[in-house]
């Protein structure tokens, strides 16, 4: 899956970890990139581990960037936690399960925007 893209994969896609959190969604609605479904980053981080990249890059995507936009909260909470949760375990402390509920909730409507 990997050797398909001449690009990075996060520059391709939407994982399912940002089309249910919403974050970074907007700047992926074009026409040219598409889903994966089912698929979540830390699956692909696991991935790309498994096809050798650089551990370096593969480390540099463990938490959300704040420089990105995200919050000091959201980089505090690893992205493993934050799919886990997406896929309904309970791992998250409660103070941290109410902020990324909160961050899903009010990024809900980007769900139902089209992927042209």
């Not at 050798?52 to 938490?63: N, R, V, Y």
């Amino acid at each position: 899956m990997l050797a398909l893209c001449n690009e990075p994969l996060h520059r391709k896609t939407i994982l399912i970890t940002g089309a249910t959190s919403g974050i970074g969604l907007a700047a992926v609605r074009v026409g040219t990139y598409l889903p994966l479904v089912h698929v979540y980053k830390s699956d692909v981080l696991r991935m790309c581990a498994e096809a050798k990249i650089p551990s370096e890059i593969i480390q540099s995507s463990l938490k959300a960037d704040p420089d990105c936009g995200r919050s000091p909260e959201m980089a505090e909470i690893p992205i493993y936690l934050i799919d886990n949760h997406i896929r309904g375990e309970d791992v998250l402390s409660p103070a941290q399960k109410s902020y990324i509920n909160s961050i899903i909730q009010y990024n809900s409507f980007k769900s139902g925007l089209p992927i042209c």
